[in-house]
């Protein structure tokens, strides 16, 4: 991939390899675009202050400051801490018109970013807590 500045290097590694470092929870989200029960994840109630990682290769994708409580059962954040930390890709599965969102480090699955969030950015990045990792402050 590209070795500009702006973009991360991307890390990859085979499926063996993933299964071996990741939950199962952890590999059913980041490699094979799982969603967690809603209600269910550790970090949904999170609020202590840090620093929201990728728990497949550990690049910083949330702040703890853009999380807000959506009511929809996953942690949701208005904003990636960095935009070229996040891709966001159109996802037309389970019949429905969706925004992806990946880690752009290690393509892991994320999670869905809706434009039905509070101000000022209108988004609502839905993520999964097995896909991330918090750092606190
Ligand atoms: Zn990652």
């Given at each position: 991939m590209s070795d500009s500045k702006t973009m991360p290097a991307k890390i990859t590694k085979n499926e063996s390899e993933w299964r071996k470092e990741l939950t199962p929870m952890q590999y059913a989200v980041l490699r094979e675009k799982a969603t967690e029960r809603p209600f269910s994840g550790e970090y949904e109630h999170e609020q202590r202050k840090g620093t929201y990682t990728c728990a497949g290769c550990g690049q910083t994708l949330f702040e703890?400051?853009?999380?807000?409580?959506?009511?929809?059962?996953?942690?949701?954040?208005?904003?990636?801490?960095?935009?070229?930390?996040?891709?966001?890709?159109?996802?037309?599965?389970?019949?429905?018109?969706?925004?992806?969102?990946?880690?752009?480090?290690?393509?892991?699955?994320l999670g869905h970013v809706f434009n039905d969030g509070p101000g000022p950015t209108g988004l609502r990045y839905c993520i999964n807590s097995a896909a991330l990792k918090l750092e606190p402050k």
């Amino acid at each position: 991939m590209s070795d500009s500045k702006t973009m991360p290097a991307k890390i990859t590694k085979n499926e063996s390899e993933w299964r071996k470092e990741l939950t199962p929870m952890q590999y059913a989200v980041l490699r094979e675009k799982a969603t967690e029960r809603p209600f269910s994840g550790e970090y949904e109630h999170e609020q202590r202050k840090g620093t929201y990682t990728c728990a497949g290769c550990g690049q910083t994708l949330f702040e703890s400051d853009a999380k807000f409580d959506s009511g929809c059962g996953w942690p949701s954040f208005t904003a990636p801490a960095v935009d070229s930390h996040v891709d966001e890709e159109r996802d037309v599965s389970h019949g429905m018109i969706r925004t992806e969102v990946l880690c752009s480090k290690c393509d892991g699955h994320l999670g869905h970013v809706f434009n039905d969030g509070p101000g000022p950015t209108g988004l609502r990045y839905c993520i999964n807590s097995a896909a991330l990792k918090l750092e606190p402050k």
